[in-house]
């Protein structure tokens, strides 16, 4: 048993009385290894009713695509022929792990190119991986196209037509502007409060 959950039970109790008008008190008690046995207070005893209707049909959709859990398969994510277009696919899921069984939102889409001279960022789990941006590591080579194929699948095709080793860069754009911590002074401090007095060290204005 865990506290605060509900648990059905079932009492069936039987009078040894021989008068017609008395009764015979009950108590309900419970007892645990590491809970000596004690009387159940009738506060935490419920009568239960069913609700007209339910059980309800619950549909729960994925939530919003997820780039760190969405996955790609197929062998042209690491070998390709020079001319020959390639392709591999990708199948979106969400930051629960769920299969996306449809497209991505408005306005967010897959992008994928083959770079030179890429690099990523440090894997430290305790921050955020920000993939550096092609100006800071890498410059885009070819070009890739992406599809949707249905099921929340997308093929993505790319025709590599120079010999080499390359980087295929994956990524989700989404719409919302420009994200980013902003100060109120040049270096990069704000004042210290809010107009109400309240401090403001960690929030971004």
Not at 114 to 140: F, H, K, T, Y
Request: hydrophobic letters at 35%; aromatic letters at 10%.
């Amino acid at each position: 048993l865990e506290k605060n959950n509900y648990y059905e039970i079932l009492l069936a109790g039987k009078t040894t009385t021989t008068g017609t008008i008395n009764t015979a008190p009950f108590q309900l008690r419970w007892e645990a290894s590491h809970h000596a046995a004690s009387v159940i207070s009738s506060s935490r005893l419920f009568v239960s009713h069913h609700i007209s209707n339910s059980p309800f049909k619950l549909n729960v959709l994925p939530a919003i695509t997820c780039a760190s859990t969405s996955r790609v398969y197929r062998p042209a994510l690491t070998l390709t022929t020079a001319g020959v277009m390639a392709s591999f696919t990708v199948q979106s899921k969400d930051a629960f792990d769920n299969i996306r069984v449809l497209s991505v939102e408005d306005s967010t889409a897959f992008s994928f190119s083959i770079v030179a001279n890429a690099s990523l960022p440090e894997d430290d789990s305790n921050a955020n991986r920000v993939q550096p941006s092609e100006d800071d590591a890498g410059v885009m080579a070819f070009s890739a196209s992406t599809f949707y194929i249905g099921n929340g699948g997308y093929q993505v095709n790319y025709t590599a037509t120079k010999r080499g080793v390359y980087n295929v860069r994956g990524q989700i754009m989404q719409p919302g502007g420009v994200f980013g911590s902003y100060y109120e002074n040049d270096d990069m401090t704000d004042h210290g409060s809010d107009t109400l007095g309240l401090a403001t060290e960690t929030k971004p204005f």
